[in-house]
Nanobody, 121 residues
Framework: VHVAESGGGLVQEGGSLRLSCTVSGLTFRDHAMAWFRQAPGKEREGVAAITWNAADTYSADSVKGRFTISRNNTANTNYLQMNSLKPDDTAIYYC???????????????WGQGTQVTVST
């Protein structure tokens, strides 16, 4: 199984980024997908999750109203649209695949290597 994130980078406060995550080696449409992030010196935290059919999404309180998770099962890809970015959003963002769309890292079996997002003031 291969999970590959892309789309990270440096952006100014208030700006936007769109992260993509492409998965191969498993039946994408059978899996929930999620994004987690980890800032230096902090624990990994769940950001957003989406069920296999996109019927339900879940977001951390810290990103509600700013970040949107979505997926395209035909393209084996899910996305994290991040708007109104803040310096506190600076972290490595990880994509993960699992069976249940909850924001708990233990529920996800497959992980990408991460993509750096840096928000400057």
């Amino acid at each position: 199984v291969h999970v590959a994130e892309s789309g990270g980078g440096l952006v100014q406060e208030g700006g936007s980024l769109r992260l993509s995550c492409t998965v191969s080696g498993l039946t994408f449409r059978d899996h929930a997908m999620a994004w987690f992030r980890q800032a230096p010196g902090k624990e990994r935290e769940g950001v957003a999750a989406i069920t296999w059919n996109a019927a339900d999404t879940y977001s951390a309180d810290s990103v509600k109203g700013r970040f949107t998770i979505s997926r395209n099962n035909t393209a084996n890809t899910n996305y994290l649209q991040m708007n109104s970015l803040k310096p506190d959003d600076t972290a490595i963002y990880y994509c993960a695949a699992g069976m249940y769309a909850f924001l708990k890292a233990d529920l996800y079996n497959y992980w990408g290597q991460g993509t750096q997002v840096t928000v400057s003031t």
